[in-house]
């Protein structure tokens, strides 16, 4: 049993790997609190959910335009001091959306434009941290640290929505968006106690790993930095088509079947409860993830990543599109209680879905590094952050607007059966993609 448990040892070799994960695990779970805040408090501004599906676009166009890049910031500079000033940054933003909500200035553009802000800066912070760990626990934990930070991750989303809807039900949007600025401080904390990080240079710097030589750091940061550098990255992925076919099949899971955007709606018109089921359809499509994560033991052994790819992408829009049947069953009603078997099957369906996604995800990013140069891992990761984080956003616009003329549950059935076309379509141009076998990987 004790090796299927998550290893602790990052934790005890490294206080000030404890003290960062200690601070990003609580900051994530106020991050959550706030991204379900804003959805509800823009849906309950407006009654639209198209108007919550552009904060999607609002959001995603500063992290296309910043994510590719944020890598080279964080190698041209000392890591910790990037990774302060973006989170400084998503301080100060986090505290002006619990101004406007203290204020009740109760405009949609104002949380637009914040939520716009908060994405360029992710798009800095996130690569900033996540390559902050290597430097701080020996190569033989890093695996375990990795895994550390998932679970972390995986527990804020589960707990964060739920929290964070129960919160605006119970106390008002400000509430939520006040938790979120002091568990943020708990980050800038853990932040500024790291020792310095710089770039490596030629007297060298002690790294989880053994370090590379100081001359191909400093060639491969200037390349990196440059635009010409990232062209060739996207130039490469296009001669890659198995790396591209997993972009490809998770955008048109994000985009077409991601259901999300209608949450904060389904608490209102479909199944009842308001902000409080909006949380309990969030984490239950969390807790579909987190257990597929904890229960991935198996997959190890799993050689067709391919196949195991387009299984779990259409198991995704097999999952959605059941939970859209589940409020075409119940029907748009408004109804003054919450119905409790609607909650129940919509919730299994979302933990269906969310379970799909977890596996897609494993299989997506093991096929990027095992078929992907090392000296291209990191452009190609920066393009994967883009999709990963770009696509659901995507999503949030289509399936808005589709729901503005569609209503939200069949929105939801129509972008998920567009998802299983578009899935065999994209199968069907690539068949090499079901043929790839990890024990012999092709790009």
Sequence with gaps: ????????????????????????????????????????QVYALTSSTFAVGVLGIAAFVPLVLLGLYGGALVDAFDRRKVALIASSALWVLTGLILLQAVLHLDQ?????????????????????????IPRLVPATSLAAANALQTLSMSIALTVGPLAGAFLVAAKGF?????????LFTVALWALWRLPALPPVVASGVA??????????????????????????????????????????LDLAAMILAMPRVVWPAVGVLYIGGGSTTTGWLNAAFAI?????????????????????VVVAVLSFACSTLLFGLVLVGIGNTAPDHLVVWGLLAAGVALALAGASDGVSAIFRQTILQSATPDDMRGRL????????????????????????????????????????????????SSPRFLAYDARHPEP
Aim: proline residues 4%; charged residues 10%; contains cysteine.
């Design 1 to 40: 049993m004790p090796r299927l448990l998550a290893d602790l040892t990052p934790l005890r070799l490294s206080p000030a790997y404890r003290r960062l994960w200690a601070g990003l695990g609580v900051s994530n779970l106020g991050s959550q609190l706030t991204v379900v805040a804003v959805g509800l």
């Design 108 to 132: 949609v553009w104002v949380l637009y434009v914040l939520v716009a802000f908060q994405s360029a800066a992710f798009a800095i912070n996130n690569p900033a941290r996540t390559a902050i």
């Design 174 to 182: 400000a509430w939520a968006y006040a938790i979120d600025f002091v």
């Design 207 to 248: 790294t989880g790993g053994d370090a590379p030589d100081p001359r191909s750091v400093t060639a491969g940061r200037r390349k990196v930095v440059g635009l010409a550098s990232v062209l060739e990255g996207l130039r490469y992925l296009g001669t890659r088509p198995n790396v591209r076919m997993t972009f490809l």
């Design 288 to 308: 579909g993830s987190v257990l597929a994560s904890l229960l991935s033991g198996g997959l190890s052994q799993v050689h067709r990543q391919g196949r195991a």
């Design 381 to 428: 990761q920066g393009v994967f952050i883009v999709v990963v984080a770009g696509g659901p956003r995507l999503g949030d616009l289509v399936t808005g607007g589709n729901a503005s003329w569609l209503g939200e549950a069949w929105a939801v059935v129509v972008g998920s059966i567009l998802c299983l076309v578009v899935v065999g379509l994209l199968v069907r």
